[in-house]
């Protein structure tokens, strides 16, 4: 149990670090929500969307090439050096491109036409003109520049397992964040230009705090020999990130995309298409307990498993951390997927309204299905490891290809039919595929003897809680009873599953 320790450790450490910063950033939401309506609030998400495909390109797979090489310590200065001069020319070069392409570009995520405004005319006219799309585009830009520039002194943080560095500047980060938000838009009167000017100060100082922090690395010497084995490592995530990123932006598009026939049919006709996008947008974001508990196991995973490839137990290890993985999932799905209607009303005193405006509700019945989209692709993550280590990384290209595959096809049939359900179900469609054919694949280059049967169950346990609560279950209880009974038994029969697995580890080490 020691190396579940030591990875429960590091997911503790960066996951404490990224659900606090998450969390401080996650108020943004209701932020959000209650100064911007559902249409200016789907802007902001098509612009987001944005970033993450164009963020694949900016970076070009280095992250995952530092990971894998940068542990070598006797040359990682040089690996570093390298390969963080690649990237400043690299980012460079397709800011300048992207400037020429503009005019094709800025379209795609609504910067050609004038900003919507903060809700209740509250917006400083001046400073809307001030910020035309064309200067939005600029500083979209410059957000992908600098997050290019810090993603590989992230990685020499993790690799050398200084996680409370990592953790400071990512709350660093975050903290700038917010609090010039608050101030452009609640004080100065900002529109959604605030959201986009916050987050490019923010990116700015986080480049020149990561390199306090990692000047020692700068001393290393170019090596063109490292850059090919970097490219050849990390190029095929290239098409693994863009198809990656049509699974988590698509949908968006999808959604604002839809005309005004199917909107009216849907909703109503009262709605348009940019605010049916700005309640998915918000809806999606409570699918973010789900994507904080990935993202803390991932950033501790990829290090841990490669520490852990050379050890003779390492493929039981694997084995176990996903069933301890499916665990922890569990517990966060059945709260959420059952309470989630409770948890948007809660209370915010300092904005004086719920967590998520009553304007944005219609959409939660979407929440369950996302949480069990972010669920696979933990699969997806715990199942990566096999062909990480054995190099295989064409498998990663091209399962995540037919993933986006999935995505942009189920898109095109089910969102003009069913709207953000047909989405969401085209999102948990997505990832359940992906983790399926990652285990398939990885299990014929590196077995893990995964319990597949067990942890299956609880997937499917965990369903059947969510669904009764928000289904049948009401016919006999009042609601919130009903919930409350079904959650408590279901964190009963997790925790015997809990103990079981740990007493049968236990009499594994003492023989």
């Known amino acids: 149990m020691g190396k579940i320790r030591e990875l429960f450790s590091d997911t503790l450490?960066?996951?404490?670090?990224?659900?606090?910063?998450?969390?401080?950033?996650?108020?943004?939401?209701?932020?959000?929500?209650?100064?911007?309506?559902?249409?200016?609030y789907g802007i902001i998400g098509l612009i987001y969307g944005a970033i993450i495909f164009l963020n694949v390109l900016f970076t070009f797979g280095m992250e995952s090439s530092y990971l894998r090489y940068g542990a070598d310590r006797e040359k990682a200065r040089n690996i570093f050096k390298t390969i963080q001069l690649t990237l400043l020319s690299g980012a460079s070069i397709l800011v300048f491109f992207s400037w020429v392409m503009m005019p094709l570009l800025a379209p795609?995520?609504?910067?050609?036409?004038?900003?919507?405004?903060?809700?209740?005319?509250?917006?400083?006219?001046?400073?809307?003109?001030?910020?035309?799309?064309?200067?939005?585009?600029?500083?979209?830009?410059?957000?992908?520049?600098?997050?290019?520039?810090?993603?590989?002194?992230?990685?020499?943080?993790?690799?050398?397992?200084?996680?409370?560095?990592?953790?400071?500047?990512?709350?660093?980060?975050?903290?700038?964040?917010?609090?010039?938000?608050?101030?452009?838009?609640?004080?100065?009167?900002?529109?959604?230009?605030?959201?986009?000017?916050?987050?490019?100060?923010?990116?700015?100082?986080?480049?020149?705090?990561?390199?306090?922090?990692?000047s020692h690395m700068y001393r290393g010497q170019w090596d063109s020999a490292i850059l090919r084995r970097a490219l050849w490592f990390g190029l095929p995530y290239i098409p693994a990130g863009l198809s990656h990123a049509v699974n988590e932006v698509l949908s968006r598009f999808a959604v604002n995309n839809m005309p005004q026939e199917t909107v009216s049919r849907l909703y109503g006709i009262h709605y348009t298409a940019d605010d049916i996008t700005g309640i998915f947008n918000a809806c999606y974001k409570l699918s973010v307990f789900m994507l904080l508990a990935v993202q803390m196991f991932r950033m501790a995973w990829t290090p841990f498993f490669?520490?852990?490839?050379?050890?003779?137990?390492?493929?039981?290890?694997?084995?176990?951390?996903?069933?301890?993985?499916?665990?922890?999932?569990?517990?966060?799905?059945?709260?959420?997927?059952?309470?989630?209607?409770?948890?948007?009303?809660?209370?915010?005193?300092?904005?004086?309204?719920?967590?998520?405006?009553?304007?944005?509700?219609?959409?939660?019945?979407?929440?369950?299905?996302?949480?069990?989209?972010?669920?696979?692709?933990?699969?997806?993550?715990?199942?990566?490891?096999?062909?990480?280590?054995?190099?295989?990384?064409?498998?990663?290209?091209?399962?995540?290809?037919?993933?986006?595959?999935?995505?942009?096809?189920?898109?095109?049939?089910?969102?003009?039919?069913?709207?953000?359900?047909?989405?969401?179900?085209?999102?948990?469609?997505?990832?359940?595929?992906?983790?399926?054919?990652?285990?398939?694949?990885?299990?014929?280059?590196?077995?893990v003897p995964y319990r597949m049967y067990s942890n299956g169950l609880i997937v499917l346990f965990s369903g059947l809680i969510v669904a009764?609560?928000?289904?049948?279950?009401?016919?006999?209880?009042?609601?919130?009873?009903?919930?409350?009974?079904?959650?408590?038994?279901?964190?009963?029969v997790l925790t015997m599953i809990g103990i079981s697995e740990y007493y049968r580890r236990y009499r594994i080490d003492t023989k």
């Not at 009764?468 to 009963?492: H, I, Q, R, T």
Request: aromatic share 18%; hydrophobic share 60%; with cysteine.
């Open 13 to 40: 450490v960066y996951g404490i670090s990224s659900v606090v910063a998450r969390f401080i950033n996650y108020l943004l939401v209701p932020f959000y929500t209650k100064f911007f309506d559902p249409s200016a």
């Open 108 to 214: 795609l995520v609504g910067l050609d036409s004038a900003l919507p405004g903060s809700a209740g005319d509250s917006t400083d006219i001046r400073a809307v003109q001030q910020f035309s799309g064309e200067s939005l585009f600029y500083m979209m830009l410059a957000i992908l520049w600098f997050d290019a520039l810090c993603m590989v002194p992230f990685a020499e943080l993790r690799l050398v397992r200084h996680s409370y560095t990592y953790a400071f500047i990512r709350l660093f980060n975050v903290l700038v964040n917010v609090s010039l938000n608050i101030y452009l838009v609640a004080v100065a009167g900002w529109g959604i230009e605030a959201v986009l000017f916050s987050n490019m100060i923010a990116s700015g100082l986080t480049v020149f705090v990561l390199m306090w922090f990692t």
């Open 306 to 447: 490669m520490r852990q490839s050379g050890s003779d137990d390492a493929r039981k290890t694997f084995a176990e951390v996903f069933t301890w993985f499916n665990l922890a999932a569990a517990v966060i799905f059945i709260t959420v997927g059952l309470f989630v209607e409770q948890i948007v009303r809660v209370h915010v005193p300092i904005l004086d309204g719920t967590l998520i405006d009553q304007r944005y509700w219609s959409g939660l019945y979407i929440v369950p299905w996302l949480l069990m989209a972010y669920w696979f692709q933990g699969w997806f993550l715990n199942f990566m490891a096999g062909i990480f280590i054995e190099e295989k990384m064409w498998m990663l290209s091209a399962i995540t290809m037919i993933g986006a595959l999935v995505t942009v096809t189920g898109n095109i049939l089910f969102v003009p039919l069913f709207g953000m359900l047909g989405a969401a179900w085209v999102t948990l469609s997505c990832f359940f595929s992906m983790a399926v054919m990652m285990y398939f694949l990885t299990q014929s280059v590196y077995y």
């Open 468 to 492: 009764m609560g928000n289904g049948f279950g009401n016919d006999f209880f009042e609601p919130l009873f009903a919930k409350l009974v079904l959650f408590v038994l279901s964190l009963f």
